[in-house]
């Protein structure tokens, strides 16, 4: 007999949405143990990653037009012709910095409870333009190739290890499918809702002045 699911309970409930998601994909508090083991390993190259994606961010000029746009915050900087900072060197920093902190927490997070759930959600909403944070909305098509990227990248570096064996890499790689995947969701959702002009209300929004391209 097929689980019955409420098919409106999944955009107001991201508990609910979170359990069918994971459920469904086989995502486990296993695959959770999995990528906190990963954090010792990806912590020290953690920049060099990051800089990965934003040169392939960068590689497209319609992507790399979102980091010329002034971000919340960045309204009264003056560029300085003495240390050669601009506002876009800046804020691109910024943005590093945000999805490097993400990345982290993903990897250290040991509990994905309610408010780690409504994280992951904001991270999908800032982004919108319905963000709240910033006037700077990223269209979906740039978030779809940016998380495959960021994938990717860690599929790479996973595989390089030689120290990690074949079985091992095996569950790594599946968790981090699942996360990726996970994370997706999230962003497809806050896409969604943002379209038909709903909002999440379930927990106090979490304050994210910047993200990945925000």
């Known amino acids: 007999m097929a689980e019955h699911i409420d098919r409106a309970r999944l955009n107001i409930d991201l508990s ?5 998601v994971s459920k469904f ?16 390993i990806i912590n020290p190259i953690l920049p060099t990653l990051v800089e990965t994606v934003y040169k392939k961010l960068y590689s497209f000029d319609i992507t790399k037009q979102y980091f010329l746009m002034r971000n919340d915050g960045f309204e009264v900087f003056a560029p300085n012709k003495e240390t050669g900072l601009t506002l876009d060197s800046v804020q691109i920093d910024y943005r590093k910095d945000m999805l490097s902190v993400f990345l982290r927490r993903i990897l ?16 999908g909403e800032i982004h919108t333009n319905k963000g709240g944070a910033s006037s700077i909305s990223v269209d979906y ?15 790479d570096t996973i595989w390089a290890v030689e120290s990690i064996d ?9 968790a981090l499918s699942k996360f990726f995947w996970i994370q997706n969701d999230f962003f497809t959702m806050q896409y969604g809702l943002s379209i038909k002009e709903k909002h999440i209300s379930l927990v106090p929004k979490i304050n994210l002045s ?5």
């Open 25 to 40: 994909i086989d995502f486990k508090q296993e695959d959770i143990k999995i990528l906190n083991t990963l954090e010792p």
């Open 141 to 155: 098509i740039h978030i779809n190739a940016l998380i495959c990227t960021l994938e990717n990248t860690f599929i």
């Open 108 to 123: 250290t997070q040991s509990d994905w409870n309610d408010s780690f759930l409504q994280y992951l959600s904001r991270v």
């Open 166 to 174: 074949w079985g091992k890499k095996r569950e790594i790689l599946h």
């Open 16 to 20: 609910y949405r979170f359990k069918y």
């Open 210 to 214: 910047g993200c990945f391209f925000r």
